[in-house]
């Protein structure tokens, strides 16, 4: 068992730090608090986070596979919180609260249970487990920001509930006419003859071969940004920008943590981050004959850890929602207000259409089966040797 594991599950049963009385805002993923005025809203809005840390006793990954994720899953853990925060935003709204003991909306349910410990969860440990084999991770070995985001990706388009895009930003360079092309497909339509279209994605292009609903609506976007903000410690030029990030409405927060300690950060207060930590096990849960799920323990109901953000590893996945294209273009516009401003410097490039020297990998159609060993580490997990823990 990891050296995280064993602090944190002996600091769970004593005395969390209160939360600091101070002037300063204190943001918790796009919302603006008062410490001294707001505590209780502010401690609300945490706990209605959902909060996805190891389980023991789950039915074995692949059949024959772990049973715990304690001591490697907990990046998956936090690829989890990240991706629920996004589903919540999508099916319940950001302003939702969760309220121990509360019948809770058919919604909230149908996404709990979508990360349930069970094969056929569509975001569960095992799907994100046995996904990661095809990214060159086998099961039991711990992930990167980049790996988890690149798993991420393949498992949402198997949701047909949420029509979710997941887009993983690569090269630290965010295209926005990529991102409007994969969010309204009619517009990659749109651009073919009636007659000899060829195929778009595998599928054939055409207005007339998209649903209805697809030629009309823009498919929320969840935008992932794997960073590397330094080499071995966070470049203090990056930190105001990465602060600033938390400000945004369509933050998602970070994934990232501290070497061999992976965290899900939602906000932060003065120079400290605040984030939901996935080192305590808990016992699996399986969801009630009526489908309802026990959530308690899916909801951290303590005050929430803190580290200062020199601290962090500068390895992290950066994570936007953007519901509706008018979203979509207000982030873009923030972005650009950041990377005019001289407190920090910017953390990756926003440009219109992509540049020459960049190729997509799904334009390519790569697997890592036919890419060498030098170009998989490029595309998907560069920040892995910094976070690599000991084989339990």
Not at 288 to 296: K, L
Not at 342 to 353: I, K, N, T
Request: with cysteine.
């Amino acid at each position: 068992m990891d050296a995280a594991t064993l602090t944190y599950d002996t600091l769970r049963f004593g005395e969390f730090e209160d939360f600091p009385e101070t002037s300063e805002p204190v943001w918790i993923l796009g919302k603006e608090y008062n410490a001294l005025t707001e505590k209780d809203e502010i401690l609300s809005d945490v706990t209605s986070r959902l909060w996805f840390t190891y389980r023991k006793n789950f039915p074995p990954i692949g059949g024959t596979g772990p049973t715990s994720d304690t001591g490697w899953g907990c990046m998956l853990r936090c690829g989890q919180m990240i991706l629920g925060e996004a589903l919540v935003c999508r099916h319940v709204g950001r302003d939702w609260r969760w309220a121990r003991g509360q019948k809770q909306r058919e919604e909230y349910i149908s996404i709990l249970n979508a990360f349930i410990d069970k094969k056929d969860s569509y975001y569960s440990i095992h799907q994100i487990a046995q996904m990661g084999v095809g990214e060159g991770k086998p099961i039991g070995q711990w992930y990167g920001p980049n790996t988890v985001a690149q798993v991420l990706k393949k498992l949402a388009v198997f949701d047909t509930w949420s029509r979710l895009v997941v887009h993983v930003a690569m090269d630290n360079t965010v295209v926005i006419e990529e991102i409007k092309r994969l969010c309204m497909p009619w517009l990659d339509a749109a651009c073919y003859e009636p007659e000899g279209a060829g195929e778009l994605n595998g599928c054939l292009g055409g207005a007339c071969a998209l649903a209805e609903e697809e030629t009309a609506l823009w498919r929320p976007l969840v935008l992932l940004i794997p960073l590397r903000l330094g080499l071995s410690d966070i470049n203090e030029a990056y930190i105001e920008t990465l602060k600033q990030c938390f400000m945004l409405p369509q933050s998602l927060g970070v994934i990232g943590g501290k070497p061999n300690s992976a965290h899900y950060f939602i906000g932060y207060v003065g120079e400290e981050l605040i984030y939901l930590d996935p080192h305590t096990t808990q016992p699996a849960v399986d969801p009630c004959e009526d489908s309802q799920v026990p959530d308690e323990t899916y909801h951290c109901q303590h005050p929430p850890c803190r580290m200062h953000i020199c601290e962090l590893d500068p390895s992290i996945a950066a994570g936007f929602f953007c519901r509706t294209e008018d979203e979509f273009d207000d982030w873009c516009m923030r972005i650009r207000r950041l990377s005019c401003n001289r407190g920090g410097l910017p953390m990756f490039e926003l440009v219109d259409s992509q540049p020459c020297h960049m190729v997509s990998i799904d334009a390519l159609n790569l697997t890592p089966d036919f890419l060498d060993p030098d170009r998989l580490e490029r595309f998907f997990d560069s920040e892995d040797e910094e976070f690599e823990i000991l084989s339990l």
